[in-house]
């Protein structure tokens, strides 16, 4: 997608406790009817099921391509990150498709492969076709409905006055709407390493600068970027915030887990009250049924932003 004016780098977003621009953006009335617009009457069929002649292949990813290039978040789920600040919590708003990694360098003729994240947990792939879709900013896809083979999805964008959002949308045989999700373009991430739900994660949970104490009192001053650096601890260069709680055991609480030049050091609970967070040790204990489980410790360091 090249970016539109509205977006700028992480480094920029608002404070901790503001919903950054990209997330507090609102559809405007035009952007909701154009996205929930239930397309015409016509055959029992999807379209877009021939491949399309390379001079209008050409024209539709022309004017496609500026508009899906990216890495795309699933808004439900970003909308539930923001205001529990709690992934664990917002994990089953994650949706089916939980996010996107578009890149135009995917594109072979009229197809252009895109990578998926489902449920913040798997990864999948989808082809977008360069092929006319049932409305004028929408193009047919590949992703499949398996619970209903029948079932066809188109991928459409949405253009409103501070952002882009895109809209995966499933039809019946007999094109009636049976599902939708709409995905928000996160800023500053390139596309080819499906590491944008992370990003945006970390945005609205951890980037920027605080003040605090450790365990012992002693003054500590750390640096959270979105892109997953940590600056402020000795030897500690990054940090990577879980959103995956299908994997496990001791995957129970919110975590982050410290690391330095890629390898894990450490993993800590944490818990935001207003504009703190304290970061608390962890450790695993095996429950009743003999599976292990992370629980939160002591506190380690108590944060304010500043």
């Known amino acids: 997608m090249p970016q539109l004016p509205f977006l700028r780098p992480l480094s920029r977003l608002l404070p901790i406790l503001s919903v950054p621009l990209w997330l507090a953006c609102q ?4 952007e909701q009817k154009s996205a929930t617009a239930t397309p015409p009457a016509a055959a029992d069929s999807a379209v877009g099921t021939s491949p399309a002649p390379p001079a209008q292949a050409q024209v539709l990813a022309r004017q496609f391509g500026p508009f899906l290039r990216g890495a795309w978040v699933n808004t439900e789920y970003l909308t539930a990150v923001n205001k529990t600040k709690s ?6 708003r994650a949706g089916r498709v939980s996010e996107m990694d578009i890149s135009l360098a995917g594109q072979a003729g009229d197809s252009l492969e895109v990578i998926l994240g489902l449920g913040n947990h798997e990864g999948d792939d989808m082809t977008i076709y360069f092929r006319p879709g049932l409305q004028a900013t929408s193009l047919p896809t590949n992703y499949l409905d398996y619970k209903e083979p029948s079932n066809f999805t188109e ?9 882009t959002m895109l809209v995966l949308t499933t ?13 928000r373009r996160v800023p500053g991430v390139q596309p080819g390493k499906l590491d944008g739900l992370n990003a945006a994660v970390n945005s609205l949970l951890f980037a920027g600068r605080y003040a605090g104490i450790d365990s012992v009192g002693k003054p500590v001053q750390l640096q959270f970027t979105a892109s997953g650096q940590l600056r402020g601890l000795a030897g500690v260069d990054a940090y990577y915030t879980s ?9 129970d609480i919110d975590n982050i887990t410290f690391k330095n030049k890629d390898t894990p050091v450490r993993t800590l609970g944490f818990q935001h009250r207003a504009d703190s967070v304290r970061l608390f040790a962890t450790k695993l204990v095996f429950d009743k049924d003999s599976v292990e489980t992370l629980v939160r410790g002591r506190v380690l360091y108590k944060l304010k932003r500043r």
Do not use: C, H, M
């Open 155 to 163: 991928i459409s964008y949405v253009l409103g006055p501070g952002d």
């Open 243 to 251: 959103t995956d709680f299908g994997v496990g055991p001791g995957n």
């Open 171 to 183: 039809y019946s045989k007999a094109r009636q709407i049976v599902d939708r999700s709409s995905f």
């Open 27 to 30: 559809s405007t009335d035009s």
């Open 87 to 92: 992934p664990i919590l917002a994990a089953d």
